[in-house]
T-cell receptor, first 117, second 111 residues
């Protein structure tokens, strides 16, 4: 019954490393999202994609990039990890980005807790 | 400005009792959705309940129901007959032309 899968539950990386977080969904959703979750700050949108090879910046894109080569896969890339990127990263997908069609809400992955040392 | 506010960082409820989590929002749009999500400790965030803004009737899903007051821009979540498994972070979400999450409310259930 798994619908959105994040490849790693826990990751520990060193400062300066290039980090890849992978997310795969099996619901044929058009839209995929990467959020960062920090205590007291809630969820903050990093990037989203509404189609293959399309991407849009969210509220906090600095230090991150994304890749969507296939509809079902959306990768988050930390080009040079820093300690302030230690966080919980959540991937989500939805059927449509249009407000009118968002009655289904988001389906989230289990999250990746990244620690940068 | 489009906002979602949850004014209760932490709440607790006795098992089998009822608890209400508050959420207020602001938007100038007339067509939007509101959602509540549940995130148990170290587990996946799941959608609990949804409300369409143009529907007057409050949404209900088993023990979960909402009190949607459109004029007051209030969207509270009521959990009846609370169970230990209800202990989690609860996030309110507003789906306007962009999606906005509230900061969350941590609910503890006391046996």
């Amino acid at each position: 019954d798994v619908k959105v899968t994040q490849s790693s539950r826990y990751l520990v990386k060193r400062t300066g490393e290039k980090v890849f977080l992978e997310c795969v969904q099996d619901m044929d959703h058009e839209n995929m999202f990467w959020y960062r979750q920090d205590p007291g700050l809630g969820l903050r949108l990093i990037y989203f994609s509404y189609d293959v090879k399309m991407k849009e910046k969210g509220d906090i894109p600095e230090g991150y990039s994304v890749s969507r080569e296939k509809k079902e896969r959306f990768s988050l890339i930390l080009e040079s990890a820093s300690t302030n990127q230690t966080s919980m990263y959540l991937c989500a997908s939805s059927f449509s980005f249009r407000r009118r069609d968002r009655g289904g809400g988001y389906t989230f992955g289990s999250g990746t807790r990244l620690t940068v040392v | 400005a489009q906002t979602v506010t949850q004014s209760q960082p932490e709440m607790s409820v006795q098992e089998a009792e009822t608890v209400t989590l508050s959420c207020t929002y602001d938007t100038s749009e007339s067509d939007y959705y509101l959602f509540w999500y549940k995130q148990p400790p170290s587990r996946q965030m799941i959608l609990v309940i949804r409300q369409e803004a143009y529907k007057q009737q409050n949404a209900t899903e088993n023990r979960f129901s909402v009190n949607f007051q459109k004029a007051a821009k209030s969207f509270s979540l009521k959990i009846s007959d609370s169970q230990l498994g209800d202990a989690a972070m609860y996030f309110c979400e507003g789906s306007y032309d962009k999606v906005i999450f509230g900061p969350g409310t941590s609910l503890s259930v006391i046996p």
